[in-house]
Structures are given as C-alpha cells and as structure tokens.
C-alpha cells in the first residue's frame, strides 16, 4: 500500500503508511476467535475508511454486548461516560464497518492479544500520535494473511508464519509452498526449517535459506 492503513489480523499489527513510505507500526489487540461457541466477534477482512475521530468518547454498548453482560450476570449497560471506565479510553477513530473502530484501550495487556469484539484495541504510548497523525477519510485494509515469504535487498528469503488463530489457513504447508514457488527460489531455501517454522507458527520471520549467503543471481 502507499499511502493508509494495514491491519494484519495474524500478525496482530497495525501499519500506516504515507507518500509510499511507513510512518508508522506499532501491535494492536484484536477480535476474540470465539466466545461460548459463537464467533460473531472476530475482526473482519476487507477495506475501511476513516469516517470520524473524538476525543474522550462516550461509549454507547452495542446491543450484542449488551446481551453478553446479561448472560454473564453482570449489570448490562447502554452507555459508559468519558473516563477510566470508558473500554474506547481517549481516543477513538472510527471507521464505515459497522462496529469496528480503532481506539485506545484501558485494558494493555488485551494488546498482541484477540479479546475485543471486533475493534482495534491500541496501547496509550500509540494512540496520541496515531490520532494526530490519521485524517478522516483515510483508507485502510484488515487482511488475514498467516503466511508471509519474501527476499530482501541483499537476495536473503525470510519466512513468518503466524498462528491462525481464526482457524481459516487448514493447510499452510501448502500456502508456503506456492508463495516460494512464486518467489522462484525453490532450490536455494532450507525445506526442514521450513516445515518447522511451519510447524511451530511462531510469527517470527526467519532466513529460510538454505545456504550461507545469498545467490549473487538474486540481487536485485
């Protein structure tokens, strides 16, 4: 992308970029995978836009939430004022998917985590200057991609693979496969750490190469 926003649901992070060159990252809390079977809660995929920001918001409890604290036993609530209790905390932007915004959360070690109902939970050091920084009608895209391959400058290929928490990638194996057969370096990479890596989906890009150096052909 040259100019907005990525979310990458997998990786649990949030990118955001500007005049082809990213200004910003920084890792964000997402969706819950599941709740008591139901899975109405999981981050979506698709194209957003920014259609409005505020500071210290009211929270106005969606009617889902509102049935879940009822059937937790808690007292349900339609509406919570600006201030430490307010899940929204001091800075909100919205976007046009019905129910997901970006804001900060009062709950930090929700982050790098999926516990939200579909919102982008953003730590309090990286809200302020993300708020600043996004103007209303800026463009963005939630992806879920577990597998990423690529090569850098200097000819190496590195290897992620993160955990697919939503359960949508059922064979990765193959997934890594077309994405090195596409990349036409087959025959350089290292197939055993490549299965762990796999294996282990530990969301960490890895050299999967399976020589020292990179192949001087590859530079590019």
């Not at 209790?85 to 909100?92: A, M, N, S, T």
């Not at 919102?119 to 103007?135: A, G, K, Q, S, T």
């Amino acid at each position: 992308m040259e100019n907005g926003i990525v979310v990458d649901i997998p990786g649990r992070m949030i990118y955001y970029f500007k005049r082809e060159k990213l200004k910003m990252f920084f890792t964000v809390g997402l969706g819950m995978p599941k709740w008591q079977g139901l899975t109405r809660w999981r981050t979506p995929t698709g194209t957003f836009a920014i259609t409005g920001k505020e500071r210290n918001p009211t929270w106005y409890v969606p009617e889902s939430i509102q049935w879940q604290m009822q059937v937790q036993g808690k007292p349900v609530l339609k509406k919570i004022p600006p201030g430490p209790d307010d899940p929204l905390g001091r800075f909100v932007l919205y976007t046009f998917i019905r129910g997901i915004a970006i804001h900060e959360t009062i709950r930090p070690t929700s982050v790098y985590q999926f516990r939200s109902h579909g919102c982008i939970r953003v730590l309090p050091e990286n809200i302020e200057r993300f708020y600043d920084e996004i103007e209303i009608g800026t463009h963005g895209e939630l992806v879920y991609e577990p597998v990423k391959a690529a090569i850098t400058r200097e000819g190496r290929v590195f290897l992620q693979v993160d955990p697919d928490v939503y359960g949508k990638n059922r064979k990765p194996l193959h997934e890594v496969i077309d994405r090195i057969n596409d990349l036409h370096v087959a025959a350089e990479v290292d197939w055993d750490k490549i299965r762990r890596i796999v294996q282990e989906q530990a969301g960490i890009a890895e050299d999967a190469m399976l020589f020292p150096t990179p192949v001087k052909s590859w530079q590019r």
